[in-house]
């Protein structure tokens, strides 16, 4: 992190996102500033999917067979933010 104080004025701040507790603590200043996400429940992964995948629906319903096959997909990611998004 010490590369980065070159970089900035006085207050600059650097955020560090990633899913390793290990990667947070090395690159922590202050514990208290660590905010830790809870995963997505299947269904909120579901709809981010959704989002991703057919951006022109809207509100249309989506086919029954579709739905089946991105809940499956869901529950796959296990909750992880970032491959509901990703994918």
Known sequence: ??????????GSTVIVTTRSANV???TETNPNLR????TLQEDE???????RAFPNYGNAPITAHLET?????????G???ISGKGM
């Not at 992190?1 to 006085?10: A, E, I, R, T």
């Open 1 to 10: 992190m010490s590369c980065f104080s070159k970089l900035g004025s006085h």
């Open 24 to 26: 947070a603590s090395i």
């Open 79 to 81: 909750g992880c933010t």
């Open 35 to 38: 905010c830790n996400l809870d």
């Open 69 to 77: 096959i991105g809940r499956q997909i869901a529950k796959r990611c």
């Open 45 to 51: 992964c579901w709809s981010i999917l959704k989002d």
